[in-house]
């Protein structure tokens, strides 16, 4: 009987630490991210840094997001994100992917107040929107 508590509480101590660690390794996404900078696909003369108030965010809800371009909602529904192990993208490193709306898996780099959000790769057409956490 004591043999089978100590395994018990063993598991049951085990099983804490496991939800702990997978909890704190979830990235905070929480709140409204602005456009700073967009990467690729420029158009000669056009500046591609964004100012604060440009109307270009997301905001980000537990599981759900909506997307605003020029204070206009332009999309919104649910997303996953997942850890990847430093996937090359560009000349930068993605650190997790995203999902919208169980769509097209999109790579990032998230840090506490930078989100790049890769879609594709510059090369080939793609872009690489910069935005920051308000």
């Known amino acids: 009987m004591k ?15 496991i939800s702990c660690e997978k909890k704190s390794g979830t990235p905070d996404l929480n709140g409204t991210w602005e456009l700073r ?4 696909i420029q158009v000669a003369g056009v ?3 964004f100012k604060p108030g ?15 371009n020029d204070g206009k909602k332009a999309d919104s529904g649910t ?9 090359p993208v560009n000349n930068s490193k993605a650190n997790y992917s995203i999902s919208f709306n169980k769509g097209e898996k999109k ?11 890769f879609d594709g790769e510059i090369a080939a057409d793609g872009t690489e929107s910069t935005f920051e956490k308000q």
């Open 47 to 49: 500046d591609p840094n």
């Open 37 to 40: 900078h967009v990467a690729g």
């Open 54 to 68: 440009n109307g270009n965010f997301f905001k980000f809800e537990g599981e759900k997001f909506e997307k605003f």
């Open 3 to 17: 043999n089978f508590l100590r395994l018990t509480l063993s598991a049951v101590m085990l099983f804490t630490i």
């Open 107 to 117: 790579y990032v780099n998230l840090s506490d107040k930078k989100l790049v959000i």
């Open 79 to 87: 997303f996953v994100i997942t850890p990847e192990d430093n996937v």
